[in-house]
């Protein structure tokens, strides 16, 4: 767990059973997990691993950052999006990773959001998504990696402490 990467979004897949079992491994996480993002009525909703900064966005942003001086760095800039801490397993029905809108444009679109039936801040606090991945159009890049970091260190410590028995499902 402490060393498992990805370097590209079509693996972020790998990151599944890690995100199943931290999605339920506490309680207000797990009831905000449980919400079908559905953006309309006749799609139907399946259990994927997404990006929470999609990764067209990121890529907007790490050029627009003017910090990566060659295509090493620019590819190590990149690969960052496929990181754990910008994961998460979602039940829904459209692939945020290939649109370049923000999480909150997209979730602002989600029927128990716009129905006020969910409180949008809340779901995000539950899932560790902070205001710079949820709406990274106001942070710096710097921001967004540390935002990045923070979440993958909590997923990662969570797991953890669950594997170790220190913590357990609350789905059971």
């Not at 693996?11 to 797990?30: A, F, G, P, Q, T």
């Not at 760095?73 to 496929?82: H, K, T, W, Y």
């Amino acid at each position: 767990i402490e060393t498992l990467a990805v370097q590209t979004r079509e693996r972020v897949s790998v990151y599944r059973n890690v995100l199943w079992v931290w999605h339920r491994i506490e309680k207000d996480r797990w009831k905000m997990s449980q919400i079908q993002l559905r953006t309309g009525r006749s799609k139907k909703a399946s259990l994927d691993v997404d990006h929470t900064v999609a990764f067209a966005r990121w890529s907007g942003i790490v050029t627009a950052s003017g910090l990566i001086d060659n295509d090493s760095e620019q590819e190590d800039a990149l690969a960052i999006v496929n990181h754990l801490g910008n994961c998460s397993l979602l039940e829904k029905s459209f692939n945020i990773s290939k649109s370049d809108k923000s999480l909150k444009s997209f979730m602002e679109e989600v029927h128990e959001v716009k129905e006020q039936k969910v409180v949008l801040n809340d779901w995000a606090d539950a899932l560790a998504i902070s205001d710079e991945m949820l709406d990274p159009d106001g942070a710096t890049f710097e921001q967004i990696l540390d935002a990045i970091s923070n979440r993958e260190k909590l997923i990662r410590r969570d797991v953890i402490e669950f594997v170790n028995g220190t913590r357990s499902r609350v789905d059971v």
